[in-house]
């Protein structure tokens, strides 16, 4: 910690200033996690809102965590023409982290936040922290959840480009609302997230794509060549990787392939989310063979489809035929 901030710290304590030791606090679980002591950041900020919630109701949220909130959402880039957001901030709390992966995977993700939390020690070297990153792989195999999860674990705020406001057929439009989103996300650290985002960066090679596409596709290489956050993440995420420019991939510092769950990450998804209501006897083998070729997104449905008939026929205990029933509905689909 600064020594500068322990002082202002110990300041307010001995004074009794309540919302300078909120705000400091605050400060200080914040400087850990920048620093990718996110475990002892997530303690610390436990340890807070539990003394906030044993204050009055009126002390219950400091006004300067109000202020500073609608401060960040006033301050997000928003399209010229129509003042619609460019992107969305995703609060902490609701962002997802608990990944399944294969084993060569799950490094691949580890040694994104490694690098991440020792960036400085590799910039002292003369080396720079993965930073661009490129998930591709099937529709629902954990894409957006690897984004949230490197958020999640960096400690850095997410920011989703939403690629409906940003796409204009006004000529040169989108161009320039590309332009100013990643101006934003080079202002403040950030994980900057591109879901989908062959739409913008399709092959200039398709003889069916106008000439503003590809335009477009010229933009988002130059960028991504000047893209030099100083402690920021930018993470993009593509179901279509065959359709995406040739020129698109070296662009980034990682290729990652999030695969489609193998038989043992099938179990383990059904039995973590169904931890929270009783299972009866159930042949594991046979409801993972049924499975086979299933996403981690259909694995999560077919358990919670299964626990919602066992509540809603009064049993509160998941069998054999609820996994069945709920894995033969989504394969109508």
Known sequence: MKAELLKRLFKAIATSDTEAIDKLTYLVIEEERSKGHTLLA???ENIQKKSQKEK???NSKPAYLVSENLQALSELPTSKRFNLPLVTLLPREKLRHHMVLPDAVEKRFQRIEREYAARDRLAHHGLRYRQKILLYGSPGCGKTLGAERLAWNTGL????VRFDA?????LGETASNLRLVFDKASEEPCLLFLDECDSIAKSREDTQEVGEIKRVVNTFLQILDEYESSSGLLVAATNLNKSLDTALWRRFDD??????????E???????TLSAIEVGSINWSRIIKQMSGFSAAQAVRVA???????ILEREELVIQEHLEEAIEEIKIY
């Open 166 to 170: 940003m796409v204009s057929s006004f």
């Open 266 to 272: 099938l179990e383990f998804i059904l039995k973590q």
């Open 304 to 310: 919670q489809d299964a626990a919602k008939r066992a």
């Open 56 to 58: 009055p109701a009126s």
């Open 255 to 264: 290729l990652i392939e999030v695969p489609l769950p193998g038989e043992q």
């Open 157 to 160: 705020p997410l920011l989703k």
């Open 42 to 44: 997530d303690q610390l």
